[in-house]
Structures are given as C-alpha cells and as structure tokens.
C-alpha cells in the first residue's frame, strides 16, 4: 500500500521560506508516476502547488511559480517544497500526493497532511 | 488560469440523486478529457473518486459517475447515503503541464 507523510516546521514567520519533505513507503519514487503537493487555506478550496517527476522535472502553478522550488531525493524516497517569501496567504494544510502523470489531474494516493501557520 | 466554478452546496434526501457542476473554458475542462473529482470529509485529505471524466477507482461505489459536455463537468451521486455528505471538488488538466481545481461543493444529506 502506497503511504505518503509530509512532515516539517508547523510555523513559519513572514518572509521567511516555508520547507516541507513528503517521504513516500510502499513504492519507489524512481519506478515512475508524478509525485505532487497542493494546499488548501483554513476554510477554503484545494490549490495545485506543482508536480515532480524523479528525473527531477517540474511543474508548477504560474501563481506561485516565482516563490515555489519543488526537488527530490530518490535515495530518501522523499520529495520537498520550498515556498520562498511567506506571508499570512500561505497559512494552509499543504498535502502531497502520487499522480499518474503530469496531465491527468489524478491523484490517487494523498498525505494526511499538514498545517503550515505564517506569523508576522 | 482561474479556479473552476461550482457551486457552494447542494443537498439532496437519503435516497435521491444529486448532481454537482464544475464549469471551466476551452482551456480546461472544455479542452481536456482529464478531469477528476474528489471527496474530501472534515479534517481529513480529498480522496480520488472519478478520473478521466468517468472512470471510477476501484473501491469507488457505482452510485458516482461523471459526465462532461461542453466546458462544464458533472459528478451525480445516486442514492444518496450519510456517509456521501462531504466536500467534493473538480479538478482538470488545464495546459501546459499545469492543474486547476474547483472552489468546492458542500453537499448536505438532508
């Protein structure tokens, strides 16, 4: 069974860079799939962050895209986010989840996800 | 690239049918034959429920089904249960590598 666990710092000040690792158990990152984080603000709706091959090839929601780093460590079966210059806008649960590629909007397995608050 | 529209609830009686919409444009929904709907129940993460319009994970009770026409994407969910009271959201392929979602459906199961 596919299992992914975000983990990192629950808050961030402002302007400050906000760091997430998803580790992933029960299949290999490099075997294939796209490898994905969203977010979602206390309250409101689901946001695509961006998506991560294993060769290390990204995509990215152009709203973010400027602020957004997205790697991974096939050694570690991990994968983080880095989210540069933070304001209270970012306060959200972030999840990451396994897609099936980087065009079909399907994302089968998902972290419990996490909650990232940003203070001023 | 904006958020897909739907509505903000729907509800329907233990029993009944109900249908929620996400619309988008050409360059999404309207374009791509790659959208996915998602369950999402209080402090928990979404689960996939349908993807590529109408295909169900396995798991996923028959009472979901998709459709899409034109720029707007439907999930009907039949025979309505308790347990089918949650937020649902679209999702679809919008171009270029990138991914939109819906601002999300409460449904209430009166």
């Known amino acids: 069974q596919v299992h992914l666990q975000e983990s990192g710092p629950g808050l961030v000040k402002a302007s400050e860079t906000l760091s997430l690792i998803c580790t992933v158990s029960g299949y290999s990152i490099s075997s294939g799939y796209y490898w994905g984080w969203m977010r979602q603000p206390p309250g409101k709706g689901l946001e695509w962050i961006g998506n991560l091959y294993h060769t290390g090839v990204t995509y990215c929601n152009p709203s973010l895209k400027s602020r957004v780093t997205i790697s991974v460590d096939t050694s570690k079966n991990q994968f983080s986010l880095k989210l540069s210059s933070v304001t209270a806008a970012d306060t959200a649960v972030y999840y990451c989840a396994r897609v099936t590629a980087a065009y079909t909007a399907q994302f089968d397995y998902w972290g419990q996800g996490t909650l990232v608050s940003v203070s001023s | 690239q904006s958020a897909l529209t739907q509505p903000p609830s729907a509800s329907g009686s233990p029993g009944q049918s109900v249908t929620i919409s996400c619309t988008g444009t050409s360059s999404d929904v309207g374009g791509y034959n790659y959208v996915s709907w998602y369950q999402q129940h209080p402090g928990k993460a979404p689960k996939l429920m349908i993807y590529?319009?109408?295909k169900r994970p396995s798991g996923v009770p028959d009472r979901f089904s998709g459709s899409k026409s034109g720029y707007s994407a439907s999930l009907t969910v039949s025979g309505l249960q308790a347990e089918d009271e949650a937020d649902y959201y679209c999702?679809?392929?919008?171009?270029?590598?990138?991914?939109?979602f819906g601002g999300g459906t409460k449904l209430t199961v009166l």
């Open positions: 999702s679809s392929y919008a171009g270029d590598y990138t991914l939109v």
């Open positions: 590529e319009v109408t």
